[in-house]
């Protein structure tokens, strides 16, 4: 197992930032696909970013430029810089980790063997 465990979530108004980290435990994923994701209220579970071993990044359209995915290794952390958060970012967001993931399939969730619990960020417009 992989622990993983997200943290920086919260509450901002509309335009504001927020930085989420992950940090994994007991093991270390450098070479690991990494990814986050996110869930509201009656909707799916969708990717929003993810980055494998070699540093190749995947972001999804609804949030590109404004988040932006990165990792550091003696760390053992992941983060998700988000900017210009919009009401429609509200959701729970989650931390995946992989041993392997291609990037064009590195925004869905099955590709992901560990999962973080969560951390929650809501936007008011």
């Known amino acids: 197992q992989v622990p993983l465990v997200e943290s920086g979530g919260g509450s901002v108004q509309a335009g504001g930032s927020l930085r989420l980290s992950c940090a994994a435990y007991?093991?270390?994923?450098?070479?690991?696909?990494m990814g986050w994701f996110r869930q509201a209220p009656g909707k799916e579970r969708e990717g929003v970013a993810a980055?494998?071993?070699?540093?190749?990044?995947s972001i999804a359209d609804s949030v590109k430029g404004r988040f932006t995915i990165s990792k550091d290794n003696a760390k053992n952390t992941l983060y998700l810089q988000m900017g210009s958060l919009e009401p429609e970012d509200t959701a729970m967001y989650y931390c995946?980790?992989?041993?392997?993931?291609?990037?064009?399939?590195?925004?869905?969730?099955?590709?992901?063997?560990?999962w973080g619990q969560g951390t929650q960020v809501t936007v008011s417009s």
């Open positions: 980055r494998d071993g070699d540093g190749s990044t």
């Open positions: 007991g093991h270390s994923y450098s070479n690991y696909c």
């Open positions: 995946a980790a992989g041993p392997t993931c291609t990037m064009g399939w590195a925004l869905l969730p099955h590709e992901y063997n560990f």
